[in-house]
């Protein structure tokens, strides 16, 4: 079960990060609410960030994995070495370039990101700014990936995946004690984005030191290695990225409403978490493994870790696509409402997160299937069908928005993750590199029933349990944290009596990682 040692290891630290994420945007609710600086902020980090998901979360190392796993295997670790330290070389000199191309374009850059700023001349001075100070971000975080990918292949996975975490130290302890200027906040949120990039950076770099892994830089050069990676590396790019396009693309219309693009965030941050700590370490620990077995050419091998890896996806992500669904207020709530967070941010927010709730799934879909390509050094197949999936979003959220508003951006948003995530599954089985059992087939009816007795029991009992606690301090909070502790326990019940979860498997799991 190595698979699921690397996904543990892997998801642990994600599942850290994204609890100190919801300690982050607790914090970030309560001091800038859904004001105007709320979303200057909110924008001035989606563009770097839109790049940490690309890199950081697969779609570089989906590129640089498998040519590294082939050379390390087939060549030996100095020369797979040899072609991570041209990778880094080319890689610096691109980053430093574009980084340097972003900083002075800005601008002009920032009338496609955020269009409805245009309007206040003053927001949209300082969201050039504050985009302008994020962007070394970029930088930071692409290296990180780069190197992270090196120890991913040698199954050191611990340093990647605790970077991330300080990312949210940094801005916990900046959001700790707020400034009553809410535009000083989000400067110092920006500043501390900067700082955070070279934190994570500094740490890849130590556990590559100390793995005895030496990358030397040299001059870059466009030879046969750096062809075929870069061949990979544009549609992969595209392809795992889809779904921060779309995100992107809704933020750019959403600009044109007030307080939309804070409500989308904080939606998307709730249903972030089930999508970071299984996509994530799906997305990560599967690739290196699948690289592997077709490498070898157990094509038997590479179709079992494709199935262990959404019937493990599918047991982590239906219940809480569910509780999300049923529950929506009652988690915006607990999170969110205090400080300069409203009920009525609250009721928007909901909103949002019932429809992310039923496109998460999906997005699960696209972090299982991709590395199904990617493993085979097939980029363009996914390429092509993401930019199919991009397209869809844009019309239907533009058309969507002008008619029902922000709730329109989430609902096209969902549908073209779903797109997305089926056409590539479809395309792997086309291709013989996915293949649905009916053990396959039996457990995630299994998982479904379920996590559907879970939603049905919890609906019931939510209400009774957050009344009891109503005369508790921070009630809303401990009522969300009870609910979603409640909920886990249920589904852990049900998952036994329907079999999904057989308790003689669960042991030998344990006792084998």
Do not use: C
């Given at each position: ?6 996904s ?14 919801f ?13 105007p600086?709320a ?5 001035a ?5 839109l790049?940490?998901?690309w ?33 880094l ?28 700023f ?13 985009t302008q ?28 995946a605790?970077?991330?975490v300080l ?31 070279g934190?994570q950076?500094?740490v ?15 001059r870059?050069?466009l ?15 595209i ?7 779309n995100?992107?693309?809704s ?50 091998g590479?179709l ?40 009525d ?10 429809v ?33 999936s ?41 291709q ?10 039996l ?9 559907l ?5 919890l609906?019931?009992?939510?209400v ?50």
């Amino acid at each position: 079960m190595k698979l699921f040692r690397a996904s543990a290891v892997v998801g642990g630290f994600t599942l850290l990060s994204r609890v100190l994420g919801f300690v982050r945007e607790i914090l970030f609710a309560a001091a800038l609410g859904s004001g105007p600086m709320a979303a200057v902020f909110l924008v001035a980090f989606r563009f770097p960030n839109l790049f940490r998901r690309w890199f950081a979360e697969g779609a570089f190392n989906a590129a640089f994995l498998p040519i590294y796993a082939e050379k390390l295997e087939g060549e030996g670790e100095a020369e797979a070495n040899r072609f991570a330290g041209d990778t880094l070389s080319g890689l610096l000199l691109v980053l430093l370039v574009f980084v340097l191309a972003a900083e002075l374009t800005m601008p002009w850059l920032m009338v496609a990101l955020a269009p409805g700023f245009l309007e206040h001349p003053g927001l949209f001075a300082k969201a050039v700014l504050f985009t302008q100070i994020t962007i070394p971000y970029i930088l930071f975080m692409s290296v990180t990936a780069m190197l992270g990918g090196v120890l991913n292949a040698h199954h050191r996975f611990v340093a990647a995946a605790f970077a991330p975490v300080l990312l949210n130290i940094v801005f916990i302890a900046i959001l700790l004690k707020p400034s009553n200027d809410a535009a000083q906040t989000a400067l110092a949120l920006s500043i501390g984005s900067f700082v955070s990039g070279g934190l994570q950076a500094a740490v890849v770099l130590v556990a590559l030191r100390r793995a005895g892994i030496r990358l030397r830089l040299r001059r870059p050069r466009l030879d046969v290695d750096m062809k075929k990676l870069l061949r990979l590396g544009v549609p992969g790019a595209i392809a795992a990225g889809v779904v921060q396009i779309n995100l992107v693309i809704s933020q750019a219309i959403a600009s044109m409403q007030d307080g939309a693009i804070a409500w989308l965030n904080y939606a998307d941050r709730l249903y972030q978490l089930p999508l970071g700590v299984v996509g994530v370490a799906m997305g990560v620990a599967l690739l290196p493994s699948l690289s592997r077995v077709v490498r070898s050419g157990d094509v038997r091998g590479a179709l079992a870790a494709q199935n262990e890896a959404l019937i493990l996806a599918a047991a982590f992500t239906l219940p809480a696509s569910v509780a999300l669904y049923l529950l929506p207020n009652f988690f915006v709530e607990g999170l969110y409402m205090r400080g300069a967070f409203t009920p009525d941010d609250a009721l928007a927010v909901a909103k949002v997160l019932q429809v992310y709730a039923w496109g998460l799934p999906a997005f699960i879909l696209i972090k299982v299937f991709a590395p199904g390509f990617f493993a085979r050094q097939n980029t363009k197949t996914p390429m092509l069908i993401a930019s199919f999936s991009i397209g869809f979003n844009i019309v239907l959220g533009v058309f969507l928005f002008f008619r029902i508003g922000y709730v329109g951006l989430a609902i096209a948003t969902s549908l073209a993750g779903w797109i997305n995530g089926l056409m590539l599954g479809f395309v792997l089985w086309r291709q013989g590199s996915f293949a649905p059992d009916a053990k396959l087939i039996l457990q995630l009816v299994r998982i479904t029933l379920a996590a559907l007795a879970m939603g049905l029991v919890l609906a019931a009992i939510a209400v009774p349990v957050r009344d009891a606690m109503s005369s508790l301090p921070f009630w809303y909070l401990l009522a969300a944290i009870s609910i979603a502790g409640i909920g886990g326990i249920l589904y852990g019940v049900f998952a036994i009596l329907f079999r999904a979860i057989r308790l003689r498997e669960l042991k030998g799991v344990f006792r084998r990682s």
